[in-house]
């Protein structure tokens, strides 16, 4: 008995020794292990942590995952989901993912390209209602290959991106009939960024699956990856518990102003409708990371994530990849990072993979202006370049002068926002050197420029035609493409002059306000022109408040079709009350019972409305349709 109690005793340690020293070897294993910038894994939590605290003043709610093809390195929450509540971040907590979401219909397409039902490089009218576009200005063929590179060739949209009212959202082909912007450039011409291409490469899926997308989406990408904490559909009724989870997000600045819950639905959800937790958003990065196979739970074929990986553009050095079907290259790092960036109203998210460790990393933030989080935070587990300016190459200076965004707007009445908030000039200094606002610009390689300042770095590779002029500088998924000066200043000259002919006409109607109350009106004996007169100052003056809160609409980033309707035609009302106006004067001037300073007011009254109408009809204020 005592042999066989021994026997036992020997055998359970034996088997109690084996595991326990597969363990050690795999925690020393693990704890060798390094990430792309050279912290040991045991140490990505201390480090990040770290990270968070010198930034918790600042700090709402920010849930971050690294993990690499064999696993997760860490997950975890930091912060509030709702400061004022106390209410802490936590696993269970959803955020949006904005528009990291399009590789949701990157992936789809895939999908559908390894079935034999999409060609990438097709027409897509093969797979839209007849009529679709009305909108085209070039007869080339766009292929899904060129919403994934988003060089189809829109300018930018804005109406009806967000909408307040979850429960009445359109249907995903409305939508885009509804908003189709115009088409600027020649198809493969210029990469610019497209939220509407995006959508309507949905809804190709939705044509060829015969499903509605989120429904696609739930079926082919959510269930294989276990993905149960993850709502797609607009009102999120896709996914009940993460529409009861979505009503506890608070959002907030930087500088932790509270903006409420920023809960709102987007029609053109494929684009970057997503909300769920950080688990499962990790679970969906992860499968984007062949394993020792190549092979992915999204696709059949190793092949389909192979060609979903390669790049589909590159930028003008011919040798460096912009893109990747989809998923943008991060070229300021040593090795090749892909990935993509999404923001809503409330949230901004993540996604960033080094194909060559399988290393990747995702964060959340309820938090829409959280730059730390998104564009410093991933030197923490990626290696980045040092860029320091080359001895052997001089600074072209020709590059020097003003450009304007790609996705801006050159058509429409929200053409303001590429004059406000889309140029780029860079500007020679006395030396020669070249610079962006704060931001020096030096000559890294042949034809590519570093803007730095401090840590922040990005970089523009310069892209020329055959008579080697500059044709755009390219960052990725944007380009800055070169306008005269005269043309920028000219936009710049229509701006201030409805500033200041809304300022003229507040100005006039309050000093005929007073003269009418001390009863010192001069024209008294001719009230039509006096009444003209006055309705021509109105206009200028709702002009200009109608321009400032469009403006305001704007930041808010949620502009109703409704809204730009009744925009539009309050500034072709104030455009035509001017030119009505010096019609009458013209016909009426030599019969005017007036002094000369009473007619020098009624022409300069004129002046200034004309002026106004000018500026409003060139500024293209009154297309509410574009």
């Not at 896709?238 to 907030?252: G, T």
């Not at 809503?344 to 964060?363: H, Q, R, S, Y």
């Not at 009302?573 to 106006?581: A, C």
Request: aromatic share 12%; net charge neutral; with cysteine.
């Amino acid at each position: 008995m005592k042999k066989i109690i021994v026997w036992m005793l020997l055998t359970a340690v034996l088997f109690a020794a084996m595991p326990m020293t597969a363990f050690a070897e795999i925690m020393a294993e693990d704890a060798a292990r390094k990430l792309p910038s050279g912290i040991a894994y045991a140490d990505v939590e201390k480090t990040i942590d770290s990270y968070v605290n010198d930034r918790k003043d600042t700090t709402a709610a920010m849930s971050v995952a690294i993990f690499d093809r064999d696993g997760v390195i860490l997950e975890k929450s930091y912060g509030y989901i709702n400061v004022e509540d106390k209410i802490a971040n936590n696993a269970d907590a959803v955020f949006e993912w904005g528009s990291v979401g399009k590789l949701l219909v990157w992936v789809s397409a895939m999908q559908l390209y390894e079935q034999g039902k999409l060609d990438l490089n097709a027409d897509v009218k093969t797979y839209l209602p007849d009529g679709f576009f009305k909108k085209l200005k070039y007869d080339d063929k766009i292929t899904m290959l060129n919403l994934m590179n988003h060089n189809a060739g829109w300018q930018d949209f804005c109406k009806d991106l967000f909408i307040a009212d979850r429960e009445n959202v359109p249907d995903l082909e409305t939508a885009l009939k509804k908003t189709e912007p115009y088409q600027i450039f020649r198809p493969g011409e210029y990469a610019a960024y497209s939220n509407w291409g995006a959508a309507l490469a949905g809804y190709i899926v939705e044509r060829i699956s015969g499903v509605p997308f989120y429904e696609y989406a739930q079926t082919n990408i959510f269930t294989p990856l276990d993905m149960t904490k993850t709502a797609l559909k607009p009102d999120l009724s896709d996914n009940a518990w993460v529409k009861e989870r979505r009503q506890k997000l608070m959002c907030y600045t930087s500088n932790m102003k509270a903006l409420g819950s920023c809960s709102y639905a987007s029609p053109f959800y494929p684009s970057g409708q997503e909300t769920g937790t950080i688990s499962d958003y990790r679970k969906f990065a992860m499968a984007l990371i062949p394993d020792e196979n190549g092979e992915s739970p999204l696709f059949q074929k190793a092949e389909t994530l192979a060609g979903l990986l390669t790049p589909s553009m590159y930028f003008p050095d011919g040798k460096t990849a912009s893109c990747y079907h989809g998923l943008w290259t991060e070229p300021i790092f040593k090795s090749q990072v892909i990935g993509h960036t999404g923001q809503t109203i409330g949230c901004v998210a993540n996604l960033k993979i080094d194909l060559e460790a399988g290393v990747g990393m995702i964060t959340m933030v309820n938090q829409p202006d959280a730059s730390d989080y998104i564009l410093s935070m991933p030197s923490q587990i990626f290696e980045k370049r040092a860029f320091t300016p080359n001895a052997d190459l001089h600074s072209d200076v020709s590059i020097a002068g003003i450009y304007y965004k790609s996705e801006g707007f050159v058509k429409g009445i929200a053409r303001f926002f590429s004059i406000l908030d889309g140029r780029l000039p860079i500007s020679k200094d006395k030396d020669g050197s070249l610079s962006i606002s704060e931001f020096s610009l030096n000559q890294v390689e042949p034809d590519v420029y570093a803007a730095t300042r401090g840590d922040a770095s990005t970089l523009f590779y310069v892209k020329r035609d055959g008579d080697g002029n500059v044709k755009s500088l390219v960052t990725g998924s944007r380009e800055f493409i070169p306008t005269s000066q005269g043309a920028y200043y000219f936009d710049l000259f229509l701006l201030i002059c409805l500033a200041i002919t809304g300022l003229y006409g507040f100005i006039t109607l309050l000093v005929m306000f007073i003269r009418k109350l001390r009863k010192k009106d001069k024209i008294d004996h001719n009230r039509v022109m006096g009444s003209l007169r006055a309705a021509v100052c109105g206009a200028a003056l709702g002009a200009a408040v109608n321009f400032a809160v469009l403006i305001l609409t704007a930041l808010s980033m949620i502009i109703p079709s409704a809204q730009l309707i009744v925009h539009g035609l309050l500034f072709i009302l104030f455009m035509l009350i001017p030119v009505v106006y010096a019609v009458i004067l013209a016909v009426r001037f030599k019969g005017l019972d007036a002094d000369k300073k009473q007619k020098g007011r009624l022409i300069a009254t004129a002046i200034m409305g004309l002026l106004m109408t000018f500026s409003v009809a060139f500024l293209h204020l009154w297309w509410f349709w574009a």
